[in-house]
């Protein structure tokens, strides 16, 4: 299939958006590991809440460009080969969930996500300043860019624009948004299972006692 590929000014923009998504991920890897000696002076939550808000927006029009440069060049239907047999783009305006599951339950959709996204933001507004949890910055981050980019889909066109499509294990199509929440949830559970212990995540706990929480500031200092 031959087509007519349309660039545009916005599109071209693509390329310093992904490096800054690079450079983002990078700082925040360079600051937060273990044996970095690097210090923020003004604060490293304040920092990582910079550098979440940099993560969110810079992927967030990630997903807007892919998806747009995908209506714009292709119709509902189309497709053309990335690696012959193994990988392919194809144009699916997607009313329903993976696996067309719950066709056209929008209003349902958009209620869970505006759920997710409180829930994101609540917990990273709670998040101790402490290094270890650079990369649970990151991955609540690409949870609710995902999570919006799909969103706005929904609010704006009533289906999702997936394009991704594994040819060769028949995987269901999806998006760049789609890639971002998968890489945030795989991120949350090697962090859960295999990096933060219980007493490292007491702060999710919303119903907590004030007293519980100064008694855990307190010990930190002392730590």
């Given at each position: 299939?031959?087509?007519?590929?349309?660039?545009?000014?916005?599109?071209?923009a693509?390329?310093?958006v992904?490096?800054?998504?690079?450079?983002?991920?990078?700082?925040v890897?360079?600051?937060?590991?273990?044996?970095?000696?690097?210090?923020?002076?003004?604060?490293?939550?304040?920092?990582?809440?910079y550098?979440?808000?940099a993560?969110?927006?810079?992927t967030?029009?990630?997903?807007?460009?892919?998806?747009?440069?995908?209506?714009?060049?292709?119709?509902?239907?189309?497709?053309?080969?990335i690696?012959?047999?193994?990988?392919?783009?194809?144009?699916?305006?997607?009313?329903?969930?993976?696996?067309?599951?719950?066709?056209?339950?929008?209003?349902?959709?958009?209620?869970?996500?505006?759920?997710?996204?409180?829930?994101?933001?609540?917990?990273?507004?709670?998040?101790?300043?402490?290094?270890?949890?650079?990369?649970?910055?990151?991955a609540?981050?690409?949870?609710?860019?995902?999570?919006?980019?799909?969103?706005?889909?929904?609010?704006?066109?009533?289906?999702?624009?997936?394009?991704i499509?594994?040819?060769?294990?028949?995987?269901?199509i999806?998006n760049?948004?789609?890639?971002?929440?998968?890489?945030?949830?795989?991120?949350?559970l090697?962090?859960?299972?295999?990096?933060?212990?219980?007493?490292?995540?007491?702060?999710?706990?919303?119903?907590?006692?004030?007293?519980?929480?100064?008694?855990?500031?307190?010990?930190e200092?002392?730590?």
């Amino acid at each position: 299939m031959s087509t007519a590929y349309t660039y545009t000014g916005t599109h071209i923009a693509i390329i310093p958006v992904f490096i800054l998504t690079l450079l983002c991920l990078f700082e925040v890897w360079l600051y937060c590991r273990k044996d970095s000696k690097a210090e923020i002076k003004d604060g490293l939550k304040k920092y990582l809440l910079y550098s979440d808000a940099a993560i969110f927006i810079s992927t967030l029009y990630t997903d807007f460009f892919t998806k747009d440069w995908i209506r714009t060049n292709l119709k509902p239907g189309d497709n053309f080969d990335i690696i012959p047999g193994v990988l392919e783009i194809y144009h699916l305006e997607n009313t329903g969930a993976v696996w067309g599951m719950m066709k056209g339950q929008i209003p349902l959709f958009l209620i869970c996500t505006v759920i997710i996204m409180g829930g994101c933001i609540a917990i990273m507004a709670r998040i101790p300043e402490d290094k270890k949890y650079g990369a649970l910055h990151v991955a609540l981050a690409l949870v609710l860019s995902g999570a919006v980019g799909n969103m706005i889909d929904r609010m704006y066109k009533q289906s999702v624009t997936d394009f991704i499509y594994f040819t060769i294990i028949n995987f269901p199509i999806f998006n760049y948004a789609d890639i971002c929440v998968v890489i945030a949830v795989f991120m949350l559970l090697i962090l859960f299972l295999f990096t933060y212990k219980d007493d490292d995540l007491g702060f999710i706990s919303f119903g907590r006692k004030k007293e519980d929480s100064k008694a855990d500031k307190e010990s930190e200092k002392k730590d």
